[in-house]
T-cell receptor, first 119, second 113 residues
Framework: GAVVSQHPSWVICKSGTSVKIECRSL??????MFWYRQFPKQSLMLMAT?????????EQGVEKDKFLINHASLTLSTLTVTSAHPEDSSFYIC???????????????FGEGSRLTVL | GENVEQHPSTLSVQEGDSAVIKCTYS??????FPWYKQELGKRPQLIID?????GEKKDQRIAVTLNKTAKHFSLHITETQPEDSAVYFC????????????FGTGTSLTVIP
């Protein structure tokens, strides 16, 4: 099956710094990638939809300038948490769909997730 | 946008019993409904999905039913085993043209040996 790799899996940073999380589709091209945030024992909250070669579509309430998303290629999307604060501490998960050329069934393939702790 | 509600939030069953988790959705255009299982600290894994042109789908001990008129779909797990213990999420999406997947709030299932 399709494999999505996310890096880093765990990061600790100081308040005010920026952190970049990468999401890669290893064996397929992903036209669309999604970024989710998950608090402990809670659901996956969609933050934004990342489309290759265009600007990301952010969900209501998600700050575009704080959560920068770049989808520069068909296999890589990045999420940068800028000027991180303790309240940004969370589990961030990316997911991807196959491109239409690769028989997109609609299924989402998830990365391993990145646990961010802001001190 | 789509609003997906999921019930119950927690569910405990005895090993061997059945478990049922229900979800409702709001957008009648949604036509793809996957169920994901997430173990603690791990990525969600697709366990079964159903499309709007089908009313029921079964895969061994797992089945999903869909009622388009009522806009609800359910996950059924029979003969539960301790390894079924996890958090289950339902989701709704507008198939190949949709760019958003909206997840339910999750159900923490515990199977008691």
């Amino acid at each position: 099956g399709a494999v999505v790799s996310q890096h880093p899996s765990w990061v600790i940073c100081k308040s005010g710094t920026s952190v970049k999380i990468e999401c890669r589709s290893l064996d397929f091209q992903a036209t669309t990638m999604f970024w989710y945030r998950q608090f402990p024992k809670q659901s996956l909250m969609l933050m934004a939809t990342s489309n290759e070669g265009s600007k990301a579509t952010y969900e209501q309430g998600v700050e575009k300038d704080k959560f920068l998303i770049n989808h520069a290629s068909l296999t890589l999307s990045t999420l940068t948490v800028t000027s991180a604060h303790p309240e940004d501490s969370s589990f961030y998960i990316c997911s991807a769909r196959l491109s239409p050329r690769e028989r997109d069934t609609g299924e989402l393939f998830f990365g391993e997730g990145s646990r961010l702790t802001v001190l | 946008g789509e609003n997906v509600e999921q019930h119950p939030s927690t569910l405990s069953v005895q090993e061997g019993d059945s478990a049922v988790i229900k979800c409702t959705y709001s957008d009648s255009a949604s036509n793809y409904f996957p169920w994901y299982k997430q173990e603690l600290g791990k990525r969600p894994q697709l366990i079964i999905d159903i499309r709007s042109n089908v009313g029921e789908k079964k895969d061994q001990r797992i089945a999903v039913t869909l009622n388009k008129t009522a806009k609800h779909f359910s996950l059924h797990i029979t003969e539960t085993q301790p390894e079924d213990s996890a958090v289950y999420f339902c989701a709704a999406s507008i198939g190949r043209t949709g760019n958003q997947f909206y997840f339910g709030t999750g159900t923490s299932l515990t199977v008691i040996p």
